[in-house]
């Protein structure tokens, strides 16, 4: 098994990406801890599930505890929680911007933050970013704000941790196949166009899948043994120029 005796904590675990990711994990053998906003999705995953908040910086310090208490030091960080709407700028409020932030940047950042000492020498930091970063999108302006926020940080990150021989990079994913499509409180009308305007946009003329972003995070913590700092597109070539 590829990953017997690897121990890993994947935030945002219960569904979708995160869920890929742990399942994969598991299935190779590594022992893995992940957290949601609730446990009831993680019924009948083999794994340690803690019920935490992101944004919540006690949730985070208890994270923290459960990590040491159970596995003592991590050979994983994947940092996947996120949270997106779709308001276009005139119509964002205060609430959207703070929560936008609050979780996906604030959380990501304290996140890895206290976690960091847990991850042992050679091990890895992999943080879930969008290729919303680095263009823009209606209605996504300030969740494309947030997660530039993460990208950079995975370069800090990087440049301090590499010590300890700790690789740190992010995975941007474009449009994937997951139940929410990555945004919440769309009606499922808007939902519908939302995928459909991505399969006509991305060069592949498809979505990914939680299988292949999965795969992605998985080569950066554990194969790409030489790279730290990097941006790993799954996007099907929507943010690299391609015309199709």
């Known amino acids: 098994m590829k990953y017997l005796g690897k121990k890993a904590v994947v935030t945002g675990g219960t569904h979708g990406m995160g869920r890929a990711t742990v399942d994969k994990l598991i299935a190779q053998g590594a022992e893995v ?7 009831e999705k993680a019924a009948g ?3 340690h599930a ?17 990590v040491r208490e159970r596995l003592h030091e991590i050979d994983l960080l994947f940092i996947n929680v996120g949270y997106a709407t779709l308001v276009e700028i005139p119509d964002v409020t205060q609430d959207d911007y703070d929560r936008t932030f609050a979780v996906n940047t604030k959380g ?3 996140t890895a933050q206290v976690l960091a000492p847990l991850v042992k020498e050679g091990g890895s930091i992999v943080f879930t970013t969008s290729i919303a970063q680095t263009g823009g999108a209606v209605g996504m302006s300030v969740y494309s704000g947030a997660k530039a926020a993460v990208r950079s940080f995975g370069r800090s990150f990087a440049a301090e941790l590499a010590p300890r021989n700790i690789r740190v ?10 139940p929410s499509m990555g945004v919440t ?6 939902l519908q166009q939302f995928k459909e305007e991505g399969d006509r946009i991305t060069p592949l003329k498809r979505h990914g899948t939680a299988d292949e972003v999965a795969d992605a995070v998985l080569f950066l ?19 690299q120029g391609i015309s199709a």
Do not use: Y
């Open 33 to 39: 801890l992940l957290t949601g906003r609730s446990t």
């Open 45 to 47: 995953i083999k794994a």
């Open 50 to 66: 803690i019920a935490s908040d992101a944004s919540n910086l006690q949730d985070i310090e208890r994270l923290a505890t459960e």
């Open 108 to 110: 990501a950042f304290f």
């Open 169 to 178: 990079n992010v995975v941007s994913p474009g449009f994937i196949d997951t």
């Open 185 to 190: 409180g769309v009606p499922a009308e808007s």
């Open 221 to 239: 913590a554990f194969d790409a043994t030489f790279t730290t700092g990097a941006d790993l597109s799954v996007d099907g070539g929507l943010g």
